[in-house]
């Protein structure tokens, strides 16, 4: 809940004129956004293809859980610090003393419940569908507060027909998250001074360099920096590139060695009909 001293009723009726909590994809506005909270060099502001917007994460730990629906492919839009508006929908649920504490006892300003995501994803049949996630450290899930306002959530978004769940930090891969935080970057190549003409030309040039060899991957980097007279760094750039494109398959759970060969590193080439090659099988 926005329980902090600063919570008023002009905050809260401005926040609702601004629309927070609204919207899809770039016209949605989060509940709350970096500049709302004081900082505790925990929070970032990254911006989301998904989305098509700057995304506003408060912890290290939100960071990490949406750079893993980032790379999901069947996620279509991700709503972060989805306020819980309308509580009224469970209104008949809850007890008199719980009621109470959903407004602030002094000013009768309603607390805001957020939940960490709401996420749009499609099916398997082609359907799309929404799902609703909060993060909390495990030792927060001891507390009785936050129980409560967990079992308020799981009412509220199952009125809604949308499942609901708790993350915590223990059920994220560290590795596959640290993973897509380094190659997704590179699909911002304006960033770095490079067309989609060149990154093709030089995309199609790595992977017959990976294709052709079994030498370690910083040796092929190191090639195509040399063999295309480009800056070095290019052929690390363009590595990461086909990797968060996804014309390079790899085990995103495992770290990116780039000592590590093609082959070690379980590479595989993905050509433009889609068919799929090892590159050991070269």
Same mark, same amino acid.
């Given at each position: 809940? $926005?329980?902090n001293?600063?919570?008023?009723? $002009?905050k809260?009726k ?10 899809k ?14 900082s505790r060099?925990?929070?970032?502001? /990254? ?6 917007? /700057? !995304?506003?994460?408060l ?15 069947s *996620?279509?839009? /991700?709503n972060e610090?989805?306020?819980?508006l309308?509580?009224e929908?469970i ?17 009768? !300003?309603?607390? *805001? ?9 499609i099916?398997?049949q ?9 993060l ?11 129980i409560?306002?967990?079992?308020l ?9 949308i ?8 059920? /994220? ?15 911002n190549i ?5 067309s989609?003409?060149?990154m ?11 294709t052709?060899?079994?030498?370690? *991957? ?14 070095v760094?290019?052929?690390l ?7 968060a ?12 060695n780039?000592k ?9 080439? *993905?050509?433009?009909?889609g068919?799929?090659k090892d $590159?050991?099988?070269?």
């Open positions: 809940m $926005a329980t001293s600063t919570w008023t009723e $002009a809260f401005r926040f609702l004129s601004e629309k927070r909590g609204q919207g994809h770039e016209q949605y506005h989060p509940w709350l956004t970096v500049s709302d909270i004081p060099g925990r929070s970032t502001r /990254i911006f989301s293809h998904k989305a098509n917007r /700057i !995304v506003h994460l912890t290290d730990t939100q960071l990490r859980y949406f750079y893993l629906l980032e790379w999901n492919e *996620i279509t839009d /991700i610090q989805f306020p819980l309308e509580m929908l209104v008949d649920q809850l007890d008199e003393s719980l009621l109470k504490r959903l407004k602030n006892s002094k000013t009768n !300003v309603p607390h *805001i419940m957020l939940t960490t995501f709401l996420v749009t994803a099916n398997e082609g359907q799309e569908y929404q799902f609703a996630r909060t909390k450290d495990a030792a927060e899930l001891e507390k009785k507060a936050t409560e306002r967990l079992e959530q799981r009412v509220y978004w199952n009125s809604r027909k499942n609901f769940g708790i993350v915590t930090p223990h059920e /994220i891969p560290i590795q596959k998250s640290k993973n897509i935080e380094w190659v997704l970057p590179a699909l304006q960033y770095f001074g490079v989609e003409r060149e093709s030309q030089y995309a199609e040039w790595m992977s017959q360099l990976i052709n060899t079994d030498e370690q *991957i910083q040796s092929i980097l190191h090639s195509f920096d040399r063999e295309m007279k480009v800056e760094g290019t052929g750039l363009v590595f990461r590139y086909l990797i494109s996804r014309r390079i398959n790899i085990n995103m759970n495992k770290e990116i780039l590590f060969s093609p082959e070690e590193l379980e590479v595989q080439i *993905i050509d433009r009909g068919e799929t $590159a050991s099988n070269s």
